[in-house]
């Protein structure tokens, strides 16, 4: 009996070296209504900013034997960030209590972003009033 041995990429949300990660978990995956994109919640290290807050990324969906890299679109230390789809080409990045937001795209490719931050509007209009 012989053993046919196929290299073939291996498409997978993360890849395991020995004990190291190479690509981070998603806590959160959410696909757009045709199907052609990814966009996904990430936790974040200490060597990152903001330090362990949290990153939504997006990527075109990968598909059996393909995979792409992730473009981070918005990172802040929020309590549950949320990625909402409200059409193909139109997501809503929802998160309650953003601090120390370090990156915030407006789009990526043929996607426009858009954000509900939560507190940051009536805190900013508090200050305002003062």
């Given at each position: 009996?012989?053993?046919?041995?196929?290299?073939?990429?291996?498409?997978?949300?993360?890849?395991v070296?020995?004990?190291?990660?190479?690509?981070?978990?998603?806590?959160?995956?959410?696909?757009?209504?045709?199907?052609?994109?990814?966009?996904?919640?990430?936790?974040?290290?200490?060597?990152e900013?903001?330090?362990?807050?949290?990153?939504?990324?997006?990527?075109?969906?990968?598909?059996?034997?393909?995979?792409?890299?992730?473009?981070?679109?918005?990172?802040?230390?929020?309590?549950?960030?949320?990625?909402?789809?409200?059409?193909?080409?139109?997501?809503?990045?929802?998160?309650?209590?953003?601090?120390?937001?370090?990156?915030?795209?407006?789009?990526?490719?043929?996607v426009?972003?858009?954000?509900?931050?939560?507190?940051?509007?009536?805190?900013?209009?508090?200050?305002?009033?003062?």
């Amino acid at each position: 009996m012989g053993l046919l041995l196929l290299n073939l990429p291996i498409a997978a949300t993360y890849v395991v070296v020995g004990s190291m990660l190479l690509e981070k978990t998603e806590t959160q995956a959410v696909v757009s209504p045709s199907g052609r994109y990814l966009a996904e919640v990430i936790n974040l290290d200490a060597t990152e900013k903001p330090p362990y807050g949290q990153a939504v990324t997006l990527r075109p969906k990968p598909g059996p034997f393909q995979t792409y890299a992730r473009t981070i679109v918005f990172s802040s230390n929020c309590l549950d960030p949320v990625p909402l789809w409200k059409a193909e080409g139109q997501l809503v990045i929802a998160c309650r209590e953003a601090r120390g937001i370090e990156m915030r795209q407006t789009s990526y490719r043929d996607v426009k972003i858009t954000y509900a931050l939560g507190d940051i509007a009536s805190r900013n209009a508090q200050r305002i009033s003062k």
